[in-house]
Structures are given as C-alpha cells and as structure tokens.
C-alpha cells in the first residue's frame, strides 16, 4: 500500500509569500495530522482532522496558517504570508483509530528567507 | 499541561545496549510510543506500550513503562550502526492527541 505522501519535499520561499503543502494520507484513514519541526526541537502538534472536519486545530500558531481537507482526502496546508520563525520540517500523518500509531510523510523541509 | 522530555544525545559503540530515556506529564495518557526517524525520512513507528504494561520486549527492543514516575524508556540490544538515527517518544494523551518529545540522536560507533 501507498504511504502518506507529501508534496514538496523542500521549499524555500521568501518572507511575505504564500505556501502551500499538501498531504495525501492512506487511503481509507479517517484521521489525518499536521506537526511542526522547528530547530532540532520537539515534534509540535498543528491540527487533526477527522475526514473532512477539523477535530482538534489548538496547535496552529495564528491565522496565517490554513488547513483544509476537502472531500476527507488529501489536505493542504497553506501559509500567507509567510514569516521567517514558520520555518521547519511539516509533517503529516494519518491513522486508523486516533489511539493507533501514526504513519508518517517524508515531510516537507520549508524555508523562509 | 502536556509535554514530552528526552535527553538529545546518545553515543554507543557497536554491539552495546543502548537504553533511551523519556518523562513525560501527562498522567492519562494510554498509549506510549517510540518511533525511528532516518536521515530524510519520515517518522516510523517502533513500537508502543499500553499504559497498563511495564514491559514490553520485541526482538531486539525492550520498553519498560514505570507510570509512577512517568518514564518510559527503550533499550536496544546489540546496537548496530543501522540503528543510529533519531528515536522520539511520543504518548497518547487524554486530550486525544499524541505529543512527541525533541527526539534522541542516537550515534553508534564501529
């Protein structure tokens, strides 16, 4: 089976402009997840959707940040404007139950400059 | 409030045990996990441990859970250089969400 795919690898856009990073999750897992890496540091939670509707968005930073997951599928997250602390690795994950172990994306390495 | 806490570091040579530590807070957490990140890869999850265990052993892994003191650490035998990589502890918590801890690079040398 596909993992969870996520699209770009790496983007490095400057400060002001828009962002936009997708997520494809298993196909078939309900609950799909949005984390941050920033420097080295822990694993920040962003949000979690259940199909197509937001369950828990507590960890998003401030309203530059969008998560959308129209029709339960893939997801995008979208950064306008972009400013240089949203810098990170995002990673996406997506699992059966909410109590079972994720599947992680490769995550997507975004630099703002 | 939530959080996770490991220690950043590790260095073992070849064929030692390694044993990573975490603490975390949150008493109602059911689920704890470790999970594998290789270089440019995605997280991969190792293993877990329902909160109502205290030891876990698969293969080359050991995790023991002391819910007491809320650590929870994972013991690797015979580590190999395949092994090193950077290990995050993560638990379930009643919040339904899963917190992740900074993460463990784990070096092992030939």
């Known amino acids: 089976e596909a993992g969870v795919t996520q699209f770009p690898s790496h983007s490095v856009i400057e400060k002001g402009q828009t962002v936009t990073l997708r997520c494809d999750p298993i196909?078939?897992?309900?609950?799909l997840y949005w984390y941050r890496r920033v420097m080295g540091k822990e694993i920040k939670f962003l949000l979690h959707?259940?199909?197509?509707?937001?369950?828990?968005e507590s960890g998003m930073p401030n309203n530059r940040f969008l998560a959308e997951r129209t029709g339960g599928t893939y997801s995008t997250l979208k950064v306008q404007p972009a400013e240089l602390e949203d810098s990170g690795v995002y990673f996406c994950?997506?699992?059966?139950?909410?109590?079972?172990?994720?599947?992680f994306g490769s995550g997507t390495r975004l630099t703002v400059v | 409030g939530e959080d996770v806490e490991q220690s950043l570091f590790l260095s073992v040579r070849e064929g030692d045990s390694s044993v990573i530590n975490c603490t975390y807070t949150?008493?109602?957490?059911?689920?704890l996990y470790w999970y594998k990140q290789e270089p440019g890869a995605g997280l991969q999850l190792l293993t877990y441990?329902?909160?109502?265990?205290d030891m876990k052993q698969d293969q080359r892994l050991t995790v023991l859970l002391n819910k007491k003191d809320k650590h929870l650490s994972l013991r690797i035998a015979d580590t190999q250089t395949g092994d090193s990589a950077i290990y995050f502890c993560?638990?379930?918590?009643?919040?339904?969400?899963?917190?992740f801890g900074a993460g463990t690079r784990l070096f092992v040398k030939a």
């Open positions: 994950a997506s699992s059966q139950g909410q109590g079972d172990g994720y599947t």
């Open positions: 196909s078939g897992h309900d609950n």
């Open positions: 959707f259940v199909k197509e509707s937001k369950q828990d």
């Open positions: 949150d008493s109602s957490s059911t689920y």
């Open positions: 441990i329902f909160s109502n265990m």
């Open positions: 993560a638990e379930y918590t009643g919040g339904f969400k899963t917190i």
